[in-house]
């Protein structure tokens, strides 16, 4: 459907996709490559049954200990870091849930952490 689209100017391209579920990969992809940017919805997972929490993953949860950071900073760092056409707005629930998502963008993950990161593939398909 997007190359169909492409030629109408598509500014950008809200998917499922985190840490866990990367299973709109390809599409990403294409988005990269025209310059279209990529809004992942459920980027620290879902409360949905069915749909891994990356606050849950032990590798996540490993990770942010050493960088004393959370769980979720570590998954919307990884993300920021992962393409540069992705645009992050996650959901918030309070002022200090939103101080938290908004300093992800100062945690800097070393190049063993992005390693790990990019071995966690749980499609939720």
Known sequence: QLHEALPASIACVQ??????DRSAEPLLNLCKKNDIAWVPYFPL??????????SEASEVINISSKLDA????VG???LLAYAPNILLIPGTS????LAENVAAADVLLD???IDILNG???STK
């Open 70 to 73: 959370t769980p979720a900073q």
């Open 94 to 97: 309070s002022l200090e849930h």
């Open 111 to 113: 190049q063993e952490s």
């Open 76 to 78: 919307l760092a990884w």
């Open 120 to 122: 966690l593939v749980n």
């Open 45 to 54: 997972g879902s409360a949905f049954p069915g749909i891994a929490k990356v």
């Open 15 to 20: 998917n499922a996709y985190s840490v866990l």
